[in-house]
């Protein structure tokens, strides 16, 4: 099945996606990731999106969907995807049905998660990962149990994204509201979206969005 996690920046999808990806062999597909590692790796469309992704702007339509497009084409996303990040505008959800109609594939479900905006900021300024195998922590509510300590591979370093601060997330969230949302309406209208409550423990939240896909995959 294919299915998108659809949220503000901070509502969990990365979190979810990470968590149901193995139980149910989807793949995630985080544009933003995608993204991130064009950065570090210097290629061209990285150098094209930085500037906009640390000013928490969304990279233009043309560029995303030709990344999407390529990724879900691979062999490893046959069973099925969950779209994290994309799309996020309205054009990018119509170039998402053709180029899933052209693969002789469908979207299945839209989860949306719900949270509470100033809820979001606090989640986010918070945040950082191991370098090394890319599990989250957060300041606050969940540290490393030893300090400096990577839980999952013993790593002791750790990166916050650029764009994770109060000032940047004004935009971000704002990017959403006026772009991204729009795209709610579309999805009711296909009879395909779901919300979830985003602003409940992670675990319930997991269980819920496992419980939605379970139908479809019976
Ligand atoms: P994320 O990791 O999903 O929060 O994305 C980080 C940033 O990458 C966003 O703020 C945008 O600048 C960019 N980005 C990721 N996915 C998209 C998309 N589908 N369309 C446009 N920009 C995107």
Do not use: W
Request: net charge neutral.
């Amino acid at each position: 099945m294919n299915l998108i996690l659809l949220g503000p920046p901070g509502a969990g999808k990365g979190t979810q996606a990470k968590r149901i990806e193995t139980s149910f062999g989807l793949i995630q597909l985080s544009t933003g990731d995608m993204l991130r590692a064009a950065i570090k790796r210097d290629e061209p469309l990285g150098r094209e999106a930085k500037s906009l992704m640390d000013a928490g702007k969304l990279v233009p339509d043309s560029l995303m969907i030709n990344l999407i497009a390529s990724r879900m084409n691979q062999s490893d996303c046959a069973k099925g995807a969950i779209l994290d990040g994309f799309p996020r505008t309205v054009p990018q959800a119509e170039a998402l049905d053709v180029m899933l109609t052209s693969m002789g594939k469908k979207l299945d479900a839209v989860i949306v998660l719900e949270v509470d905006e100033p809820a979001l900021i606090e989640r986010v300024s918070g945040r950082f990962t191991c370098v090394q195998c890319g599990a989250g922590y957060h300041d606050h509510f969940s540290q490393p149990r030893q300090a400096g300590v990577c839980d999952s591979c013993g790593g002791t370093d750790f990166s916050r994204r650029p764009d994770d601060n109060a000032e940047t997330m004004k935009t971000r969230l704002a990017a959403y509201r006026q772009q991204t949302a729009p795209i709610i309406p579309y999805y009711v209208e296909k009879g395909i979206l779901q919300t979830v409550d985003g602003m409940a423990p992670m675990a319930s939240v997991e269980q819920e969005i496992a419980a939605i896909i379970s139908k479809y995959m019976k």
